[in-house]
C-alpha cells in the first residue's frame, strides 16, 4: 500500500506530540490530586482550630462575666455569661462536625461534659450569692468554678494542639507525597522520552535507509558503474524514486552497451584500415613503446605484431634515425609534432629509400601521449632520379671539353689568329661565342645542381668577412650597371663579425642575387645591398626597384628551370640560378626568402647562423 514520505513524517510527529501530552496529562493530573488532597487536610485541621480558639475566648469572656456577677452588678454578669454560653456551644457544635482526628472525639466528649459541669457550679455560685453568703461565693469560685473552667480550657487548648499536629503531618506528608510524584512525574518523562526517540530513530533510519541507498547509487553511477540495481521495497516517494532510478541505469546501461558496441566496430574497422595500408606504419606511446604495427611493417622490418608490441622500439626496429625522430616528436614542443624525413633501409643487401612522416597523436589537454610513423616508399622515385641525375651529369660532363673547344675556337677566330674576319663573319663567330659562353653556364649549373643533388657537394668553411665578399661581388658588376643605367648602393657595414662559410658558394648566391636584380630592373632604378645580424643570425638583403615578383611565385622562383611568365623569358636565363643559391644555403643551415610586389620591386632576404664556428 502507498503511504507517502509525508504522512510517514506525520506519523511521527503526531506519535511525538502524544508522548508529550501524555506527559503533561500525567504530571498536571498528579499535581491536582496532590493539591486536592493538601487542601482537604489542612482545611478542616484549620476549621477546628478556629473552633477551639472561639471557645476559649467564650469561655475566658464567661469568666470575667463571672466577676463582674460577683463584684459589679450581678444582673450584667449573667446576662453576658448567657451569650457567652451560646456562642461556646455554637463552637462546639462546629468542633463536633468536623471530627477528622482520632482521639478528637473523646476530647470533645471531655469538653463538653466538663463545660456541662462549669455551667452548673455557676448555677451553684447564683444560689450562693443569692443566699448572701458574699465570702462563700468567692471561695466556690476560687475552690470549684476556677478550676474546671481551666481543665475545659486545657481539653480545648488540646483540641487545638492536636489538629496543629495534624496540619503539620499533613504538610510533612503533602511533601513526601509531592516529591515522590515528582519523582514519577521524572522517571516516567524519561520513560516516554528514551521510548519517543527510540521509535522517532527507528522510523527515521528507516525512512533513511533507502535514501543513502539511493546516494551510493548515484555515486557508484558517477564513477562510471552502470550495470546495477538498488534494492528498494519501500512503497513512498524514495520508493517510487529508486524504481525509476533503476529504470534510468538500464536505459543508461543499454545505451552504453550500444554505444560500446558501435565504437568497437567503429575501431575495428579503422584498425582493419591502417592494417591494410601499403605504407608501414607504426604505433609508439610515449615511452617509445610499439602499440601498433600494420603489415606493411611487419614485412618490411621482417617482424610479428603480436611479438613486439609493448616493446620498445628500438627492441623491435634497430633503425636509429627512425627512433632519433620519434623521440624529437615525442618529447619535442608544439612546434615539433610532425616531421618529414628520408630514411634508408638496407634489405637482403638492397637499398630501400622512405620519406618517414612522424606525427605526434595528442590527448584532449594537447599533451603527446605517442605517435604514429608513416614509410613512404619513394625508393624507384629515388632510382629514377638518381638516373636523371647521373644522366645529366655525364651529359653535362661530356658537353664541357667540346663546348670549351668550341669557346676557344671563336674566341681564336674573333682574335683574328686565322686571319683578319669579314663584318658578317665576324657576327656570326659573335654570337657562336655568345650561345656556347651560355651554354657552358648552364652546364656548369647542371653540373651543380647535380653535385649538390647526388650528395657530392663538399663545404670548405672559413672565417670569412661579408663586407669583403660582398664588396668583391660587387665590383666587377659595378660597369655592367652602370652601361644600364642603375645605381648599385653597397650598404654592408665593415664591423659586421666574421662568419664561418664557404666563400664560393655565398659568392655565387650573391652573384646570382645581384645579376637577377640587374636583370629585372629598368634604367633608372636602383640596387641595395645590406647585412645586418638579428638573433644570431646574419641576415642579408639585396633589394631591388625592378618588376617584382607575383605571389605565387614567391615559392616557386626556388624550384629548378622555373621562371615568372612573361619578361624574364625574355631575359635569358636557365631558372636555375635560385634553385642552386637555394641549396648552397641550405648547406650552410640557413634560409632564404623573397618579399616583393609586382611593380614595386623585390627584396631577396638570406639568413646564415652566425654560431656555426
Ligand atoms: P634565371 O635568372 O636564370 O632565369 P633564376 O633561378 O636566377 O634563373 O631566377 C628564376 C626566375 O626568378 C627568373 O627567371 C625571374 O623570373 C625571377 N627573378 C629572379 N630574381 C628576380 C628579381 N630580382 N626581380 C624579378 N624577378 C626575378
Redesign the pocket.
Known sequence: MFQSLRSKILSIYIFLILLICSIAAVSVLSLYNLNRAIDGLIESNYRSIVAATNMINAMERQDSNQLIFLQVNEEKGRSAFTNNEKEFFIWLGKAKDNITEEDEAEILDKIEMNYIKYLKYFSKLQQIKASGRERDAIAFYDNEIYPVFHSVKDACMGLSDLNERAMFRSKEKATVSSRNQMYSIIAFSLFLISFGLFVALYFINKTMKPMHMLISGVKSIKEGNLNQEIQISTQDEIGQLASEFNNMTKRLWQYEQSNIKSLIAERNKSLAIVKSISDPIIVTDNQYQVTLVNKAAETVFDISEQKVTGKHFLEVISNNSIFDEIKRITDGNEFANASNNLVTIIKKEKKYFYLLAVTSILNNDNQTIGTVSVLQDITHMKEVEDLKSNFISTVSHELRTPLTSIIMGAGLLLDGISGELNPGQKEIVEAMDEDGTRLMAIVNDLLDLSKIESGKMYMNLQQTSIYALVESCINPLLDIAKEKGIRLFDLVSKDIPLIYLDSNKISYVMN??I???L???DRGGEIKISAKVENQLLKVS?K?T????PKE?HEL??EKF???ES???N???????????KEFIKKHNGDIW?E?EPGE??N?IFTLPLDRG
Open positions: 646570382n642575387l645579376t637577377n636584380a636583370k629585372f630592373t639585396v631591388d625592378g618588376i617584382g615578383i611565385y622562383i626556388f622555373t621562371q615568372v619578361e624574364s623569358k631575359q635569358g636565363g636557365t631558372g636555375l640560378g635560385l634553385a642552386i643559391t623573397v616583393s620591386g623585390s631577396f
